[in-house]
């Protein structure tokens, strides 16, 4: 059953970072109530998305999940940490040498 789930991840990821690597988007990062565009930048090794998400004023800290979307589809979920209420950038990076089974 290990085994299954090792493949099963590197399968999604290989999936993950094709389309990462293919797809114009457009690209979007989510967090909290914000949908904010990415810039998807392709280097010789990785693929880098960038979003700067604004300043809000939160009553209610949100959800700590930030998630990739392309085209509407979730392509990938990350924890963050709560950035408080002012502006931010994320930088999100996607290797080919991440999808080792070992």
């Known amino acids: 059953m290990a085994l299954d789930f090792a493949v099963a991840k590197a399968v999604f990821r290989a999936r993950q970072i094709e ?3 293919h797809d114009a988007g457009p ?6 109530p914000h949908l904010v565009p990415a810039s998807r930048l392709v280097s ?3 693929i880098v998305f960038l979003a700067h998400f604004p300043e809000h004023c939160f009553l209610v800290e949100p959800d700590s999940t930030l998630r ?4 509407g589809d979730e392509l990938g979920t990350r924890q963050i940490t709560f950035p408080g209420d002012g502006a931010f950038q994320v930088e ?3 290797q080919p040498d991440e999808l080792a089974l070992v």
Do not use: V
């Open 19 to 21: 389309r990462a690597l």
């Open 27 to 32: 690209w979007i990062m989510s967090w909290g």
């Open 44 to 46: 010789e090794d990785r």
């Open 68 to 71: 990739l979307l392309c085209r």
């Open 92 to 94: 999100w990076t996607l």
